[in-house]
């Protein structure tokens, strides 16, 4: 298995603009996480998702952030309109329903200028 | 909800030596413990866990230790080596079956050769 895969591994951004990140979770893990970190914040929960359903997005930090699940193999975070305070490393991970392992993915390095 | 703190923040040892690394969560309810470490630039990567209804797990030169009584679980690492060297995270979850994580904010370990 090729793990948890995300992409863009590296996205520098002008504020305003529109920034989507992607993730392919590991085949036949049901459970899938975006996390932000930062220095500042260390390791942030985003967003859960439990077979393709968002369960708790209590950690999105603002409507301008918004993540969708369209079917097991793949989700989104998007964020409009960027800000320079968005600036981290965003990592999914996936997990097993009846397991609490969490796989992480290599992240993404977000800049935004 | 649930709180982990974990310490001390920075760990220097010489190659060799032990290291622990501390944290303490606020709900008895938790029950699962993972402990991550992270390299330089990559992943988060699930190193031990353990869970509530055991005291110890060895693996290797790596241990964890868990007080349900306190609330505090530790990470063991034995005769330390240069690529030990990494940001260790501890975390906890389980309550009411929940499998959200709630991490520490991460100990930086500096293992000098």
């Known amino acids: 298995d090729a793990g948890v895969i995300q992409s863009p591994r590296h996205e520098v951004t002008e504020m305003g603009q529109e920034v989507t990140l992607r993730c392919k979770p590991i085949?036949?893990?049901?459970?899938l996480f975006w996390y932000r970190q930062t220095m500042m914040r260390g390791l942030e929960l985003l967003i859960y998702f439990n077979n393709n359903v968002p369960i708790d997005d209590s950690g999105m930090p603002e409507d301008r952030f918004s993540a969708k699940m369209p079917n097991a193999s793949f989700s989104t975070l998007k964020i409009q309109p960027s800000e320079p305070r968005d600036s981290a490393v965003y990592f999914c991970?996936?997990?097993?329903?009846?397991?609490?392992?969490?796989?992480f993915g290599p992240g993404t390095r977000l800049t935004v200028t | 909800g649930e709180n982990v703190e974990q310490h001390p923040s920075t760990l220097s040892v010489q190659e060799g030596d032990s290291a622990v690394i501390k944290c303490t969560y606020s709900?008895?309810?938790?029950?699962?413990f993972p402990w991550y470490k992270q390299e330089l630039g990559k992943r988060p990567q699930l190193i031990i866990d353990?869970?509530?209804?055991?005291g110890e797990k060895k693996d290797q030169r790596i241990a964890v230790t868990l007080n349900k009584t306190a609330k505090h679980f530790s990470l063991h690492i034995t005769e330390t080596q240069p690529e030990d060297s990494a940001v260790y995270f501890c975390a906890a979850s389980g309550k009411g079956g929940s499998y959200i994580p709630t991490f520490g904010r991460g100990t930086s370990l500096i293992v000098h050769p």
């Open positions: 709900d008895s309810a938790s029950n699962y």
């Open positions: 085949s036949g893990h049901n459970s």
């Open positions: 991970a996936s997990s097993l329903a009846a397991t609490y392992e969490q796989y």
């Open positions: 353990i869970r509530s209804n055991v």
